[in-house]
């Protein structure tokens, strides 16, 4: 267990052992509770006293299925808040097994100096001048870096939206195919990368020295027990793999949750064409792989390869998440226009969330017209390419909405809502408004209680614990590894049970069922703590005024859920 901190104004690293305080932390925990303790709440995110930490879970670096996920970390100049925001790919995967709990980036470069932080297989860590790389875009700088430091390198890096300091701006890790379509995509991460004078961090993938199992046997047994409970579990192990998470177009058009043309309808005009459905025949029509494994160790392979008409690679791992942003937000049913603007975002380093919905509200504002695909392309080149437009697009929907002064802007704390509207979706209206970080699907997404019809999402009753609920739930998995996923065998007593011997077996501890909430709500509380000594209060965790008052069809429903009912979401 080893910390590297690289400080990028005097251009020293540093390796030491993980102090007693952050002990037993990892991914989400440690990423929170470091920048709680260690970085002043009223920094400037792009200044030099922010710091960037990369963690990967506590169980990374295992045998253990589908923990190959990575905890980016910072202040957020998109929301102000903290932010964690959490990728896949390999380089997790590529820091555990060197036994590297976290590389945390401090400081920063002169302007103009750029670098890239290399770790070999033996753990040794390097600051290299990265000069030649300005202004590159993910994809050629990947296949450079690559060439140079061989094909068992895991890349992490940032494009031009990184360099240019923009609130949009994500970070780039390559999957098992050394492509850079895993994204740390939320919270404008790419940009505090960006301005630290660091263009990109390259591991080792062969690396032999993860931290020790206190039980190898134990955990051995465990992590086949828990491989069992997701492959069983009907959304890890039937519809990912048919569909990938573009299976959920359907049911929440269905539901009328699915925000479109800027979030003034629950359902899409011609929804089909951009289904799960379609883009999987589509995909084996020509050639494409609909059941991709993209991330290190995955047994889910959510994961796909979206070919051209010719045959040709246009993209990978298009999400349900994008095909919503591109798709039906702007009112684009062209699954290649989405595919091809999906691609963009990976190639300038840019989250294709935040990117999709400020175009949207360009479109609603007038600029462009819905259902335009090329000028939506034009509009993302114009990003990489640094116009005065391309800088307000880039800087998310809320600078987009201020510089047509519209007064629909689907975000909050400056980060845009995700692919469930709140007003058909009311658990989600509380996550949206009371998450630490900002409007955020992955922070306690209610969607598995309405699927299941545990809950009527357009009452407000059980809303708010629904999310409190799933919000702790979430907080801890962030912190092990476990790929959200992955996560729903968690909800089976066969997978929660051999979740937890695999946790006590690594770790040597006895950790009861309980533990895993109580760890989820520490962090919780860090988060929050930090939000308060940076000036926010409980005012901040309100949705915007439109979805109170403006009713959603097909349903005509707003936001019941009160501002009493955010205040008491955390009342723990």
């Known amino acids: 267990m080893k910390f590297i901190r690289v400080n990028m104004s005097d251009k020293t690293i540093a390796v030491e052992d993980v102090p007693q305080s952050y002990l037993g932390l990892g991914g989400r925990g440690l990423t929170s509770i470091m920048i709680n303790t260690e970085v002043p709440p009223r920094c400037d995110p792009l200044g030099p006293e922010n710091k960037l930490i990369f963690a990967p879970g506590l169980l990374t670096g295992t045998s253990l299925v ?73 994809y050629a700088l990947t296949e450079k870096l690559l060439e140079t430091y061989g094909d068992k390198a895991s890349v992490m890096c940032i494009g031009p939206a990184g360099e240019y300091g923009l609130k949009a701006a994500s970070i780039q890790t390559s999957d098992i195919d050394g492509r850079p379509c895993r994204a740390a995509g939320r919270g404008g991460l790419g940009a505090v990368m ?62 009328g949750a699915f925000p479109s043309y800027n979030a003034t309808k629950g359902t899409m005009d011609g929804w089909e064409k951009i289904s799960g459905e379609a883009m999987t025949q589509l995909i084996s029509e020509r050639k494409g792989n609909p059941s991709h494994m993209g991330c290190a160790q995955c047994i889910v392979h959510c994961s796909n390869i979206y070919n051209d008409k010719d045959g040709k690679y246009l993209t990978s791992s298009l999400e349900y998440e994008t095909i919503w942003a591109m798709g039906g937000m702007t009112g684009i ?3 290649d226009t989405i595919a091809r603007l999906d691609f963009l975002c990976d190639d300038i380093g840019l989250d ?13 504002a007038g600029y462009k017209k819905f259902g335009d695909g090329e000028a939506a392309i034009e509009l993302i080149e114009e990003i990489a390419q640094g116009t005065d437009m391309g800088r307000v697009l880039g800087n998310g929907p809320t600078a987009v909405g201020q510089h047509f002064n519209h007064h629909r802007v689907p975000v909050v704390k400056g980060q845009s809502i995700a692919a469930y509207d709140p007003r058909a979706m009311q658990g989600n209206a509380v996550t949206y408004a009371t998450s630490p970080m900002g409007a955020d699907h992955s922070a306690g997404n209610v969607i598995g209680e309405y699927m299941a019809q545990k809950l009527d999402p357009l009452k407000r009753e059980g809303q708010v614990e629904a999310s409190r609920n799933t919000q702790i739930a979430m907080a801890a998995v962030d912190c092990t590894g476990l790929c959200l996923l992955a996560s729903f065998a968690l909800t089976t007593p066969e997978g929660g049970m051999a979740f937890l011997q695999a946790m006590n077996a690594k770790f040597g501890t006895q950790l009861g069922p309980e533990a895993i909430p109580q760890l989820g709500l520490r962090v919780l509380q860090a988060e929050r703590e930090f939000n308060r000594k940076a ?25 019941v859920m009160t501002g009493e009912d955010m205040d008491g979401t955390f009342n723990f």
């Open 66 to 138: 589908n923990t190959s996920r990575i905890s980016v970390g910072a202040k957020s100049p998109l929301t102000g808040t903290i932010k964690e925001s959490n990728a896949g790919g390999t380089i997790a995967a590529a820091l555990g097994r060197l036994g590297i709990t976290a590389v945390i980036v401090e400081g920063q470069a002169a302007p103009e100096e750029l670098f890239l932080l290399r770790i070999d297989e033996k753990g040794r860590a390097a600051l290299l001048p990265a000069g030649a790389f300005k202004g590159m875009r993910t």
């Open 194 to 255: 960006g301005s630290k004078g660091l263009k990109a961090l390259v591991v080792d993938q062969r690396g032999s020295s993860p931290d020790a199992l206190a039980d190898p046997e134990t955990f051995k047994e465990s992590a086949k027990a828990f491989a069992k409970a997701v492959r069983e579990h009907p959304f890890s192990g039937q519809l990912l793999p048919n569909l990938g998470t573009a299976g959920l177009v359907a049911p929440v058009n269905a539901m």
């Open 333 to 335: 049913d062209n699954l």
């Open 352 to 364: 294709t969330m935040s990117t999709g919905v400020a175009v949207a509200v360009a479109m609603d």
């Open 535 to 559: 000036g926010f209060t409980n005012q901040d965790d309100r949705l915007p005024e439109f979805f109170y008052k403006e009713p959603l069809p097909p349903h005509n429903t707003v936001v």
